[in-house]
């Protein structure tokens, strides 16, 4: 850790590959702001990955997610799975970029505590029993490609799977399903947004194949995806009893751009919509938040601002805080500590959650700061 660049703090805790401090962030967000960005350009030209997210002249735009990317003839997009061929906008639609692997449940899934997998909610519609689904399995899906650049990513490596990519038909995926005593799919990574055609698709084909079985379907995403498909996922996930994660990663936008890259408007409006879909199923949860606690960037004044927009749509929607562990070009910072985690479980419990909790304790270290 080290000395803020802007205003010389060095008591505070600080990223020193990030360079800024939390408030420096914030208040003097023109200022700093083109250090940060260069930041993460080097963090992807690594990879091969556009060093920003494109908008080139003439380019073609991919209508995914918020970037909206302009490509170029023969160019990628900022996910790096999205390319211009010919003038057409290709790639995560037959072929996903994927990992999967049979998950037994229960699982240590974001939303285990409320989901019918680790709980049993929803039993006998959507769930196999009363109590956990022990002896039943999530297919977990972990997409290969992301259209964020968080600079503490814990899953930084599937970035390597963009140079050596393992593709999977929507078939083969599908087909994956069927196994035995599979009873919910999730898509995750990465994103699942880059490749949520290939999802999609996917989803469509398993629910037939699978049909009048129980298989849930679930998403854990940064929530950035356009609303149109956003309306898909949430009916395929309404039908079946599954949930939609989104992992709300800062509240105020500089924070967010310094830490991940990119805006998280079109997530928090997003967000906003699906928690009016709520009260078409009660239970299980449809909609479920979470935000990784990371030491002197995501404190108490970010989670506060973000549990009172959460509370202020329904105070009822579950809340995991997560404890970071340093990654990628954040590894200088600590370990979330204990005592860090109690005061963003209080402040989020203040305003007004009800269902508010502290997940991944295993990784909390245990000095009180």
């Known amino acids: 850790?080290?000395?803020?660049?802007?205003?010389?703090?060095?008591?505070?805790?600080?990223?020193?590959?990030?360079?800024?401090?939390?408030?420096?962030?914030r208040g003097h967000w023109e200022e700093v702001y083109q250090e940060i960005f260069k930041?993460?350009?080097?963090?992807?030209?690594?990879?091969g990955l556009p060093p920003s997210v494109p908008k080139t002249e003439n380019g073609h735009t991919c209508q995914l997610c918020a970037n909206r990317c302009k490509i170029g003839e023969n160019s990628k997009g900022f996910c790096g799975i999205r390319e211009n061929k010919k003038g057409r906008i290709i790639g995560g639609?037959?072929?996903?970029?994927?990992?999967?692997?049979?998950d037994p449940l229960p699982t240590n899934c974001v939303a285990d505590w409320v989901c019918p997998g680790g709980t049993g909610a929803g039993y006998p519609k959507y769930a196999n029993r009363k109590e956990a689904e022990y002896g039943y399995y999530n297919l977990a899906v972990f997409y290969q490609a992301c259209n964020f650049n968080c600079l503490y990513c814990q899953n930084w490596t599937f970035k390597y799977g963009l140079r050596q990519p393992n593709w999977v038909s929507v078939e083969e995926l599908a087909n994956a399903a069927l196994r035995e005593n599979v009873s919910c799919i999730c898509f995750f990574g990465g994103d699942p947004t880059p490749q949520v055609i290939h999802a999609l698709a996917s989803v469509r084909?398993?629910?037939?194949?699978?049909?009048?079985?129980i298989l849930r379907i679930c998403w854990e995403t940064n929530g950035s995806v356009n609303p149109k498909i956003l309306e898909k996922m949430a009916q395929f996930s309404l039908e079946t009893g599954g949930c939609i994660?989104?992992?709300?990663?800062?509240?105020?936008?500089?924070?967010?751009?310094?830490l991940c890259g990119v805006s998280n408007?079109?997530?928090?409006?997003?967000?906003?919509?699906l928690s009016g879909l709520i009260d078409e199923r009660k239970e299980p949860p449809l909609l479920i938040a979470s935000t990784l606690l990371v030491p002197g960037y995501v404190d108490v004044s970010e989670v506060r601002e973000i549990a009172s927009f959460i509370a202020s749509l329904n105070p009822n929607i579950p809340y995991s805080l997560l404890g970071f562990y340093p990654h990628f070009f954040m590894k200088d910072l600590p370990t979330t500590s204990l005592s860090h985690a109690l005061r963003c479980l209080e402040a989020a419990k203040k305003v007004g959650l009800k269902r508010v909790r502290i997940g991944n304790q295993h990784l909390l270290g245990h000095s009180y700061d």
Request: net charge positive; aromatic share 14%; with cysteine.
């Open 265 to 273: 408007q079109q997530t928090l409006n997003n967000f906003r919509w």
């Open 93 to 102: 639609t037959k072929r996903g970029n994927l990992r999967f692997y049979y």
């Open 205 to 213: 084909l398993a629910l037939k194949k699978k049909k009048g079985q």
């Open 39 to 47: 930041v993460h350009e080097n963090s992807r030209v690594i990879f």
């Open 245 to 258: 994660k989104f992992d709300l990663k800062a509240w105020h936008e500089p924070v967010h751009k310094a």
């Open 1 to 25: 850790m080290g000395r803020c660049r802007y205003c010389g703090n060095s008591s505070i805790i600080i990223s020193d590959s990030l360079g800024y401090c939390y408030d420096c962030i």
